[in-house]
């Protein structure tokens, strides 16, 4: 869906800095872009490596990463208790879909402010 959306030829991650989690493995092949962060996955389990485990430094850079997402997720689901986001949306006025995420997203901001 990504490559749908935003195709890969174009340089849509040149200039910014972005942070995705383990859906998007391939990213960093697809996309060109100076800054594309993502989690580093843990190995499988093997008859080699019975117990894989990451090292500290990954652990560290995840749990950062972890850090960091917690607040966007929460952000996500605030808005979403505006009903509006959550069911079906049945309007037919262009772009209206862009203004309702717009006035959700500032009423959450506003319940962060208070």
């Avoid at 080699?48 to 689901?77: C, D, M, T, W, Y």
Wanted: hydrophobic content about 40%.
């Amino acid at each position: 869906m990504l490559k749908q959306a935003l195709p890969p030829h174009l340089d849509w991650f040149a200039d910014s800095h972005v942070r995705v989690d383990l859906g998007y493995l391939g990213i960093q092949a697809d996309y060109r872009g100076a800054q594309i962060d993502i989690p580093t996955k843990k190995p499988r389990k093997s008859q080699k490596n019975p117990s894989p485990e990451l090292r500290a430094e990954q652990k560290a850079a995840n749990k950062a990463f972890s850090q960091v997402r917690i607040f966007v997720e929460h952000a996500i689901g605030g808005m979403k208790r505006s009903n509006i986001l959550v069911h079906a949306f049945r309007n037919r006025i262009e772009n209206f879909e862009d203004d309702v995420i717009g006035v959700c997203a500032g009423l959450w901001n506003l319940v962060l402010s208070y």
